[in-house]
């Protein structure tokens, strides 16, 4: 029986599982399953390990998508240059790490009609910010603003960027009125992390783009009250899983929109969950 896992911690949120199990059963995987699996960077050799026979791949979450690389056998071209890799897919008895995050920004930006920026504001500085940066130099953009609340720790997401050919220009968070003269922002913080800067974003007129997915934020609530196009993290998710099950299966005929109308539905359930109804 084939079997895959996404990892990370936090992780009793992600829905990964319900994107994966999805597609399965579109395609008639019926003995594959799928779970979750609570995970820290310390564990996460032991897991790996302890995988055995049959299993299919491991998506992952933070904070693991840098120690990946250095557990991995061979690593894409793309993972590497990132930095980051969310993938992990066993093949001929080696384990192979990619990033398939890329792709999901690329496509989720492209298929709201953003996917041509003159000018963008990253937001963060971690291993999301990096995949970000790869995937606006895919679509064609030069040179990018990083604004981090801790510059200094988004030297390595700045460094990925310049790999990619990317004129990148750090700077501190508090500096965020001065550097809104963009087209585009994209926020790799943590759901809430950029409320704060909510109407200062909105005030710019610059379109949205938000990883986290779920219940609308601030941030994404005020950009769209200001009338600009706003887009959350839901389609990212979708679309990086459908190359991880790519990845995995080794099929191409993976069914996109059923794994975005089941994500979608649990998501609305969670909602109801959530307040009560």
């Known amino acids: 029986m084939p079997h895959a896992l996404v990892a990370g911690s936090p992780i009793a949120h992600s829905l990964s599982p319900v994107l994966h199990r999805a597609a399965y059963a579109a395609m008639g995987l019926d003995d594959w399953t799928y779970d979750a699996v609570e995970c820290a960077e310390e564990g996460l050799p032991a897991l790996l390990g302890g995988l055995g026979p049959g299993w299919a791949g491991l998506s992952l979450t933070m904070p693991l998508k840098r120690v990946a690389l250095t557990l991995a056998d061979t690593v894409t071209d793309l993972a590497a240059t990132v930095g980051a890799a969310n993938t992990l897919v066993p093949?001929?008895?080696?384990l192979h790490a990619d990033n398939t995050d890329v792709?999901?920004?690329?496509?989720?930006l492209t298929e709201a009609g953003l996917g041509e920026p003159a000018s963008v504001l990253v937001l963060g500085g971690g291993a999301t910010a990096a995949s970000a940066l790869a995937a606006l130099a895919q679509l064609g953009v030069t040179g990018t603003r990083l604004a981090a609340r801790r510059p200094e720790r988004a030297r390595d997401a700045a460094e990925?960027?310049?790999r990619f050919g990317l004129a990148v220009e750090v700077a501190s968070l508090d500096r965020l009125p001065a550097l809104l003269d963009v087209d585009l922002v994209v926020s790799t913080l943590p759901a809430g992390a950029a409320d704060p800067y909510a109407e200062l974003v909105a005030g710019s007129g610059a379109a949205l783009f938000d990883v986290a997915y779920?219940?609308?934020?601030?941030?994404?609530g005020a950009v769209e009250s200001a009338g600009a196009r706003v887009v959350d993290g839901f389609p990212m998710l979708v679309h990086q899983a459908v190359r991880q099950v790519q990845l995995m299966t080794g099929r191409d005929d993976v069914p996109v929109e059923a794994m975005r109308d089941a994500g979608s539905a649990e998501l609305l359930r969670r909602a109801r969950v959530s307040y009560g109804a």
């Open 160 to 162: 990925a960027g310049r």
């Open 214 to 220: 779920g219940r609308p934020t601030e941030l994404t």
């Open 91 to 94: 093949r001929d008895g080696r």
């Open 103 to 108: 792709y999901g920004i690329v496509t989720a």
